[in-house]
C-alpha cells in the first residue's frame, strides 16, 4: 500500500471513530441520572471523562493527519512572513535612533552618517569592507553554502547585524514562494537535553503559532533560514549548546544549508569547542575618524572634544557602535570627563567599567528629565523597577522583555510566592469544586415558569454536597 493510500485510510478510520466516540459520549451523559444508585456517580462520571478524552485524542489525529493543502500552507507562510517583517521592524524601531544612527548597509532605509564598517575572517585573517554601497546580503550569499558565525564585541553590532540580514532575506523570501524565511531566535532560551531541532519547532510554535507538524515538515525541508542570536547568553551552557548545533547540522533530516550564529568574541574563544562552519567573521572597532565624523554630523563636536584623550575611558566606550549612539543623546550640551590613565590592566577595567556606568546612569537621567508621560511614576520608582527588571532578565537568561514571558518563576520573596499560590489555588479551587459539586448532586432538572434571583433562597436551597465538593476544592487548590 503506497503512502497516500494509507495517509487516506488512516483518516477515514479516525473520523469514523469519532463518529462512534460522539454517539457514545453523548449516550453516557444522557444516561448519567437513570444509572443505578448503585454505581457510585464517581465512576459514572469517570467513564464519562475517559470518552471524552478518547475523543479528544482522536480529534487531534485527525487535526495531524489532514491531507497536505498547498494553498492552505502558502497562506500560513504569508502570514508567518507577515508576522516575522512585523517583529523585525518594531526591534529594529525599538534598538535604534532612525534619524540619527550609525548605519551599516543593508539597513532599513539609511539616513544619516553610514559608516563603513570591517569585518574580519578569522580563519584566513582577511580584512572584508563593507562599504555603504555593499549590503551584508552580498556577503552571506557569496559563498553557496550560507553557513556563517557574526562575532564581535558587546555593543559591536552584531544583533543590528543580524536584524539588517533577517529583513533583507525577508524581502527576498516576501518576493519569491521558493526561498527560505529568516528567522531570528534567541539562544538564551534553549536548554538541555533538548535538541536543537525540537526546540526550533517549538520556538515557532510558541512564538508565531506555526503548526507542530509543519514547523518540522519545514525544518527538514530547509524553508527556514535559522538565525541564532546570543550564544554567549547561555553563558556555562555555551560547550553543550555548540555541541547542540553541531548535532543538529549532523542529522541528515535537518542539516541547514543557510544558518547565521551571533556570539561575543571572548565568550566564543574561551569554549573547548568550536562551531563546525568554516566561515566565521569579527566585526571590528570604529576608528577614530569614524567616531569624529558621526559626532561631528550629530552636531555633537564637543563629545568628540571631551573623550578623544581619554583612550581607556569614554573614548573606548565610542569604540562600539551602540555606546556611541548613546553619547550625542546623553550629553546634548556638554560633556565633563575625569581623564585617566593606568598601565596595570585591572586599573584599566575598572576605569572602563566606571565610565560605562557613568554613560548609562547619565543616559537614564536625560530621558527620566525630558517631558514625557511617566504613567505616574516618579523617577526614582522608574529607576528601582529598571533595576529589578534587569536582573531578572539576566537570571532568567533573557535579553528581550515581553509582558507575555512573565512566569511566576519570578517572584523573588516567599510572601510574593505565597499570594501567588492562594490565588491561583481559589481561583482554580472554586471553579472545580462548583463544577464537581454541581455534577454529583445534579439527580433531576426541574422546569420553572419565572427565575428569580435572591441570596437568601439560593443559600437555603444550596446542597450540602455543593458547599462539601466547593471546600475540597478550596484545599485542593
Known amino acids: 500500500m503506497t503512502h497516500p493510500q494509507f495517509k487516506k ?31 457510585p456517580a464517581g465512576f459514572r462520571w469517570l467513564f464519562a471523562i475517559a470518552m471524552a478524552g478518547i475523543f479528544g485524542y482522536l480529534s487531534y489525529l485527525a487535526a495531524i493527519f489532514q491531507p497536505d493543502n498547498p494553498e492552505r500552507e502558502e497562506a500560513i507562510r504569508k502570514q508567518l512572513l507577515k508576522a516575522l517583517g512585523d517583529r523585525y521592524t518594531e526591534r529594529w524601531n525599538d534598538a535604534i535612533d532612525l534619524e540619527h544612527y550609525i548605519a551599516v548597509p543593508g539597513q532599513l532605509q539609511p539616513t544619516g552618517n553610514a559608516l563603513n564598517r570591517i569585518w574580519e575572517n578569522v580563519k584566513t585573517g582577511r580584512l572584508i569592507q563593507l562599504s555603504p554601497d555593499r549590503s551584508i546580503l552580498e556577503v552571506f550569499e557569496s559563498d553557496r553554502i550560507q553557513r556563517l558565525v557574526i562575532l564581535g564585541e558587546p555593543g559591536s553590532g552584531k544583533t543590528t547585524e543580524l536584524l539588517n540580514l533577517a529583513n533583507a532575506l525577508i524581502k527576498k523570501a516576501d518576493a519569491n514562494k521558493n526561498e527560505p524565511i529568516p528567522v531570528i531566535f534567541e539562544l538564551s532560551n534553549w536548554r538541555p537535553p533538548q535538541t536543537i531541532a525540537k526546540w526550533l519547532v517549538e520556538e515557532l510554535y510558541d512564538r508565531y503559532g506555526l503548526d507542530r507538524e509543519i514547523g518540522d515538515r519545514w525544518l527538514k525541508q530547509k524553508r527556514f533560514i535559522p538565525l541564532l542570536d546570543g550564544l554567549d547568553e547561555l553563558k556555562e551552557l555555551k560547550e553543550d549548546g555548540i555541541d547542540a548545533i553541531n548535532q543538529f547540522q549532523k542529522d541528515s533530516q535537518y542539516q541547514q544549508l543557510a544558518l547565521v550564529i551571533c556570539c561575543r568574541v571572548q565568550d566564543y574563544e574561551s569554549c573547548k569547542t568550536e562551531l563546525d562552519i568554516k566561515e566565521k567573521v569579527c566585526l571590528q572597532d570604529l576608528k577614530n575618524e569614524h567616531i569624529r565624523d558621526y559626532l561631528e554630523s550629530r552636531r555633537a563636536s564637543h563629545v568628540w572634544q571631551s573623550i578623544q584623550n581619554d583612550p581607556q575611558g569614554f573614548l573606548a566606550l565610542a569604540r562600539k557602535p551602540l555606546l556611541l549612539n548613546l553619547m550625542p543623546e546623553t550629553y546634548p550640551q556638554t560633556l565633563e570627563i575625569e581623564k585617566k590613565h593606568f598601565r596595570n590592566n585591572d586599573k584599566q577595567e575598572e576605569y572602563y567599567q566606571k565610565c560605562l556606568e557613568k554613560l548609562f546612569d547619565d543616559y537614564l537621567s536625560e530621558k527620566l528629565d525630558t517631558p514625557h508621560d511617566n504613567r505616574g511614576y516618579s523617577p526614582t520608582e522608574t529607576r528601582r523597577y529598571l533595576r529589578w527588571l534587569a536582573k531578572t532578565l539576566k537570571r532568567q537568561g533573557m535579553t528581550e522583555f515581553a509582558i507575555e514571558h512573565m512566569q511566576p518563576s519570578w517572584l523573588e520573596t516567599e510572601k510574593q510566592k505565597r499570594s501567588y499560590r492562594l490565588i491561583v489555588g481559589l481561583i482554580v479551587g472554586l471553579i472545580v469544586g462548583l463544577i464537581v459539586g454541581l455534577i454529583v448532586d445534579s ?35
Request: hydrophobic share 60%; glycine share 4%.
Open 9 to 39: 485510510w488512516t483518516i477515514f478510520v479516525i473520523y469514523l471513530l469519532l463518529a462512534v466516540f460522539s454517539l457514545l459520549i453523548a449516550f453516557s451523559v444522557n444516561q448519567l441520572p437513570g444509572i443505578p444508585k448503585t454505581i
Open 443 to 477: 439527580d433531576q432538572i426541574e422546569l420553572v415558569e419565572s427565575f428569580e434571583f435572591s441570596w437568601s433562597v439560593i443559600t437555603s436551597q444550596l446542597p450540602q454536597e455543593l458547599i462539601l465538593w466547593l471546600i475540597v476544592g478550596l484545599i485542593v487548590g
